[in-house]
């Protein structure tokens, strides 16, 4: 399968430059040779010279979210949230490209599929005792109620001494998340492997068309029945439409990218936020008796309306 030469990938590197981030995402494991190749596969720098075929620009895109999450599994400290949730993005990218070119990339993309969402999932305990905060954060800002913000600044406090706990528990488990960079390093590597040079339009755009498809059906189960994981598969069906028209739009394949309500992807975001609060406010909850029913009637009648505004905005599949 055709790749990149050392010597290509070099020169690249020239005119990519650093990454920034915390310690640089500095991997100190494999840093220089993993910093080499990982240039060499920025989509950027890549259009700087005569352009790649477009499958191995697609491969350019997903080695290059991977080499990201590498470097943002490596921050220390306090960043080690910003660096999760970070990681969890580049993580799903990278599938969200590999679904691009289905079945044409051969068994070995779904393996590849498969270890990735299992990483990804993996550290969902951490990104979701930050995300918790985060939404704290995005509700006082929103709120000036002075009873209200009482409420969500005491049940915030109680999220932050949480995630300090579970990135704690996190470095014991897997002091520096190294095992799992060790694993993502070999996902990349079989990555790279698939025969991306042979990928063609109508793969690419076959597999768009089912994006649109599978938002459309989760958008109208999701009004319809009205049920907490319906809702959960659209935000998720629409986040990979967006992650692949991202792909497809830095490999220059942008006409062949779909179109959608960004807004809308927003506020199933923020929507999904809420259930994350909800599902911290039963019996076995971080918060106390009295504070727990409270956050319960406000995320409830927040969710509702959040609901309301977004099952009247659209599907999410056109602009």
């Known amino acids: 399968m055709p790749q990149a030469s050392e010597s290509e990938e070099a020169a690249s590197g020239a005119r990519s430059g650093p990454r920034s981030g915390p310690d640089s995402g500095r991997d100190s494991a494999n840093g220089p040779r993993r910093a080499a190749a990982g240039a060499g596969d920025d989509p950027a720098a890549a259009t700087d010279a005569a352009p790649r075929p477009p499958g191995l620009r697609l491969r350019a895109f997903a080695t290059h979210e991977l080499d990201q999450a590498l470097d943002a599994l490596g921050w220390r400290g306090s960043r080690i949230h910003a660096g999760v949730h970070l990681a969890r993005k580049n993580l ?20 590849i599929d498969r270890e990735l969402r299992k990483l990804n999932d993996g550290l969902s305990a951490l990104r979701d005792a930050h995300a918790l905060v985060e939404t704290f954060d995005r509700l006082l800002r929103h709120h000036n109620d002075a009873e209200v913000r009482a409420l969500l600044a005491r049940a915030r406090r109680r999220a932050a001494t949480a995630r300090a706990q579970a990135a704690r ?8 998340l190294g095992a799992r960079r060790s694993l993502l390093r070999v996902l990349r590597a079989g990555l790279r492997a698939l025969p991306w040079a042979g990928l063609q339009p109508e793969h690419w755009r076959e597999a768009v068309v089912v994006s ?14 009205g049920d907490d994981e319906d ?5 998720r069906r629409a986040r990979r439409l967006s992650q692949q028209q991202r792909a497809l739009k830095t490999a220059k394949l942008g006409r062949d990218a779909p179109k959608f309500d960004k807004h809308q992807i927003e506020r199933l ?16 909850s971080l918060f106390g008796k ?18 309301v505004r977004i099952a009247g905005g659209g599907g999410g599949g056109a602009d």
């Not at 938002?215 to 029945?225: C, F, G, K, L």
């Open 290 to 307: 009295q504070d727990r029913t409270a956050l319960r009637r406000f995320a409830q009648a927040e969710l509702a309306r959040s609901r």
């Open 269 to 284: 975001g923020e929507a999904q936020d809420l259930n994350l609060l909800l599902d911290h406010c039963g019996k076995r």
């Open 231 to 235: 809702w959960h598969g659209w935000r």
């Open 92 to 111: 799903r990218r990278a599938r969200a490209t590999l679904a691009l070119g289905g079945p044409a990339l051969g068994p070995g993309a779904a393996l």
């Open 212 to 225: 649109l498809a599978r938002v459309a059906r989760a958008a109208e189960n999701a009004r319809r029945s």
């Open 169 to 176: 528990e996190a470095r014991l488990d897997d002091p520096d």
